[in-house]
Structure formats: structure tokens, C-alpha cells
């Protein structure tokens, strides 16, 4: 579904991503780890087109994305909830997931898109005219998922979901993305807590200085102490 081939980016002088591949199938659950600062967030960015240099090629669905606008992408299919979350705090839940819709071009019925979205999260359902300033971090973050998933992508990228957040609401999150597994939604996943992550991805690259130095299923990553204390110590 998408294939990332020797994607490289730079922030003015700076060359961050080296040289990415890495492919996700329809229906995984795809894991990018890694220490801070290894261009996990960086190469999600790039693939939404929100970095300005890059170089190299990003096929979604059989189309190389590279040097397409935001908003195309978006349309195409993929979703991403970046890790500052970017909620508009001064809006209410629903006019912030009328913005997700926006941003995708709104091609679904707003009220029955919004409907979708307060089924799949109650805690939301009931705060939908209440400002979103209201809200704790972690129903904050449930807000992000729904603005992105609103538009109904078929790639959903996810920026540190669970950062900052308790863990009663991380749990529910990781049941979420699931539950959105199963109905057929792909996810590509940056998570600093790596058993999390491995606990619920089916395979996962190891991302350290803007390349990747070691893939595999998240079983056998797992199971490998000695590359997780390698790599993935923050
Ligand atoms: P973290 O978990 O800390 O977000 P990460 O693996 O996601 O880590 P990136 O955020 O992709 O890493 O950062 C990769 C490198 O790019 C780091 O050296 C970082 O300092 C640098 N960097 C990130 N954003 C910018 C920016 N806007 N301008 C300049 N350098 C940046």
C-alpha cells in the first residue's frame, strides 16, 4: 500500500532522513522506533509532504507522492495525527472535526460523518459543543484520532499517541487502533514505548540516524533485548 524508497529530508543544511525504505501492506500494523532525534517524526512528516526538502520516492497505492501538495495526499487516502496534536483548543469537538473534514476535501455528509465519529468515541459523543480546551490531554488526543480518521483514510499515521497521557486512556487508545485495524484501516505508528508498540504492531523498523538498521516482525523484535537496548534506549 505504501512504499517508501531512499527518502531523504533536510531541515535547511541539515540532512536528517539518510536513505529511508520501508513498505506497509494493506491491513498492518507498522512500527517506526527508535532513540529521539532518529527521524521517526521526520519521515511521517515527509510522507504527509509536510517537510519542504526530501528527496526520494513515496508510492501510495501506486502513486509516487513526492512534490505533491498536503491536501492531495489527504485526499488520496492518508491521515496522519501529528505528536503536538493541533487541536483548535478555542473550538468545540464538532466545529474541530468539521475542520478534519475540510481538510480532506469533505466529500462525506458532515452530520453522518460526525455521527461516525461520536459512535466510535463516546467520551467525545458527549463533549461535541463543549470547547475543546475542556478536555484532558488524553481526550485532547481521542479528538486528533477522530479529526484524522473523520475523512476516512485508509493509511492512518500516528505520532507518539500515548505521550502524556494516563494510562487508562492509553490502553483504551491501543484497543482503538485495534478495533480500526480490523475494520480495515492500515496504521503506521511512532510510539516511544516500545512494548507497547510491539505489542500491537505486526512489524517494526528501527529507525537510528535518519536510516533504517534493522526490520522485522514485531514478535521477533520483541523477543531481541539486545537490539532494543541498542536502539531504543530514549
Ligand atoms: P523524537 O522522538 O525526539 O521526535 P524523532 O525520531 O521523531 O525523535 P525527528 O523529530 O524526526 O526525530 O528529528 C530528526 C532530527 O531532525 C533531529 O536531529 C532533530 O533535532 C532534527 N529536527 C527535527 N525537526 C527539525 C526542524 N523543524 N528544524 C531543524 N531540525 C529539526
Known sequence: MLTVEGLQAWYGSSHVLQGIDLEVARGEIVCLIGRNGAGKTTTLRSVMGLVA???GRVVFDGADLVGRPV?????????????ERRIVQGLSV??????GL???GGRRREADAIAAMAEIFPRLAERLDQSA???????????AIARALIS??????????SEGIMPL??????????????????????????????GIADRAYILDQGTVVH????AALLADAAIQERYCAV
Request: proline content about 4%; cysteine-free; charged content about 30%.
Open 53 to 55: 526538502r526530501v528527496r
Open 71 to 83: 491536501h492531495a495526499r489527504h485526499a488520496r487516502g492518508l491521515g496522519y495525527v501529528p505528536e
Open 94 to 99: 464538532r466545529d474541530n472535526l468539521r475542520l
Open 102 to 104: 475540510l481538510a480532506a
Open 133 to 143: 480546551i475542556t478536555m484532558s490531554g488524553g481526550e485532547q488526543q481521542m479528538l
Open 152 to 161: 476516512g483514510p485508509r493509511l492512518l499515521m500516528l505520532d507518539e499517541p
Open 169 to 198: 486512556l492509553v490502553d483504551e487508545m491501543f484497543d482503538l487502533l485495534r478495533r480500526l485495524r480490523e475494520e480495515g484501516t492500515t496504521i503506521l505508528l511512532v510510539e516511544q514505548n516500545v512494548e507497547l508498540a510491539l
Open 215 to 218: 526490520h522485522d516482525t514485531a
